[in-house]
Every structure is written in C-alpha cells, then in structure tokens.
C-alpha cells in the first residue's frame, strides 16, 4: 500500500470540514472495522512507487481508552494535517498507517490496524474507521500487541531496500504490560508463538525496524503509576511527556525532523515550531521543552538499550 499523491490543502480541507462535529459523527464504529481486524495478517506493507521512490512509514499506534480518545479526535479534526506538512520537510515521501490500542484483558476491540497510506483521502479513512471503544483495563492497555505487530507483521521498503528505519509512535497514559501473551497473540493475531515475549525483547526487536516513541500527555499522567518512568526505563529519551494532549501531532513531526537530522539544535526546532506549526509564546516553548530532552539525547550519541522491567503482580489473568 501507499500508492496516491498527497495533497496538503484536500487534508485540510477533511478537517476543517469536521472541526464541529460531535466526535461520535467523526468515528461512528461501534465495533471493529473488519479491515482493520488484524487476525491472519501476513503483513502490512509500506511500498515505493512511481510517484513514491522513497517511501518512509510512519505508525501512529494511538491509544483509545476513554482516557485518551482526545488524540484521535484531535487529529481527525484539526492536527493530522499540521504534522504532514512537518514531516514533508524531512521526509518527501511519508506513508502513514494507522493503529488503535486497548486493553485486551477488558476490550471488545482491543487492536484495530489499518493500512499504510500516502492520500490524504486514504490516511482519514482508516483514521476515522477506529473503534473509539472507551474503556480500558485501569492496569495497563495492550501496547505490547500493537508492537509485536510493527516487528513482525511490517513489510517496509525503507527497510529491506534501503536499511532505512521507519518511525512507530505510540500514545498512551499507562504502563505496559510485562510481556506479550502468547495467548493473546494467538486469539487475535492468529501467531503460534513458543513462549511469551518479555517487553524488553519486544521493545529491541522493534527497534531494529523502526524508531520507536512513547508520547504520554501530561506530567500527571506520566506519574500516575510511574507511567513516565517504566517506559523511560524500554524507551529512554524516546518517552516523551507533554504538557498538554493537543500537542502531539506536532511533537511527532518535530522528532521526526530530529531524527532526521534537519532539525540540529535548539534554534532549529523553535524556527521549525513558529514558522511551519504556527506555535509561538508558551505554546512554543512547552513542545520545545517536551522534545528537547530526546534531540540533546541523540546528540550526545547513540541512545542507551531497552532496560529490564520488575514482574507486575496485579495483572489480570488471560479473559476467554
């Protein structure tokens, strides 16, 4: 998939058009989209084309619990153009596929995933087809299988042709769990693993194909449940907390130029912030403060390995 031009004033155009709307006119699912329905998946793919030569994929992996359903709403209606026309900057040839994340122990539709994409068009569809489910297991949320699907079931042209790595963003407020159940992974993905994976392996394991990043919204939640200090312990500098939940899409696009390499220095991404994201004053200065920490990181070298993480002992037990 990721065929199509993108056009920057047609995406606009869709969110403007639903800036009003109720969220539940903007994702009318009550259950999974069956093509976003991730058993028997072989792979999704990320794939060059004529009007593509280089793509590069980008997963936005957004967490749909009730506590989070913000994020999706706010990038459907307002911020998911701003973020393109970031990326564009480094990046020519973005393609977008899009994931939601619940709780697998307590949800009906606990991983929805969607197809790489490059058409404005084609990027709103799979992102207004999510399940806002609401819910959540208030123990963690399923973060661990929307992972396991980047690492194994991605087929990326960046990657097998070019070694390049894409990029996996992942929203949440909780920790994760301990490790990929095998039964879950079964039941949902249809994989016939051994023995569950410890999210630490997982973590490496998807480090190889993507740069990865966990975006908490606030400082609050980041300390609720030492949230921010669990996935800094798998992430390091690549867990990012926020101020605020409305400045997501732009922290996202401003990573990817520092990863990148085109935004070097502090300078860079405040000019990056006031001319192309149209952010100035405090609303400036508190992205710069989120995603600073991470561009000071990679300029220091290369960043530290997964680290290893204490055996919770309030998961729940395996549902069905």
């Not at 016939?192 to 394991?205: G, K, N, R």
């Not at 921010?228 to 992430?235: E, N, R, S």
């Amino acid at each position: 998939m990721g065929y199509g031009n993108y056009s920057l004033e047609a995406h606009r155009e869709i969110a403007s058009g639903r800036a009003a709307m109720p969220t539940n006119t903007v994702f009318t699912r009550n259950d999974c989209d069956p093509s976003m329905n991730p058993r028997g998946v072989r792979f999704r793919e990320s794939r060059d084309s004529p009007q593509h030569p280089e793509s590069v994929s980008i997963v936005l992996a957004l967490d749909v619990s009730g506590s989070m359903g913000e994020i999706p709403r706010q990038l459907a209606t307002k911020t998911l153009p701003t973020f393109m026309e970031s990326v564009l900057s480094a990046l020519p040839h973005p393609q977008i596929m899009f994931m939601a994340v619940g709780n697998a122990y307590a949800d009906h539709s606990p991983l929805q995933v969607g197809q790489f994409e490059s058409e404005a068009r084609l990027m709103d569809r799979w992102l207004s087809a999510i399940h806002l489910e609401g819910g959540g297991g208030g123990l963690g949320e399923s973060y661990d299988l929307a992972m396991y699907v980047g690492a194994r079931h991605t087929a990326m042209d960046c990657l097998e042709k070019r070694g390049r790595k894409g990029y996996f963003f992942m929203t949440g407020d909780e920790t994760p769990f301990i490790e990929v159940n095998r039964e879950q992974v079964k039941g949902l993905i249809g994989d016939d693993l051994q023995e569950s994976i410890p999210i630490w392996d997982l973590t490496a394991e998807l480090l190889r194909s993507f740069h990865v990043f966990f975006l908490i919204p606030d400082a609050k939640r980041a300390a609720t449940e030492n949230c921010g200090a669990v996935w800094t312990v798998l992430l390091r500098e690549r867990c990012v907390v926020l101020e605020s939940a409305e400045d997501t899409a732009v922290a996202c696009a401003l990573l990817v130029g520092i990863q990148e390499g085109s935004l070097r220095d502090r300078a860079a991404i405040s000019d990056q912030l006031e001319q192309r994201l149209g952010r100035t004053g405090e609303a400036r200065d508190r992205v710069l403060r989120a995603v600073l920490p991470f561009a000071e990181a990679l300029a220091r070298g290369p960043i530290a390995a997964p680290g290893t993480l204490f055996r919770r002992t309030d998961t729940p037990a395996v549902q069905g």
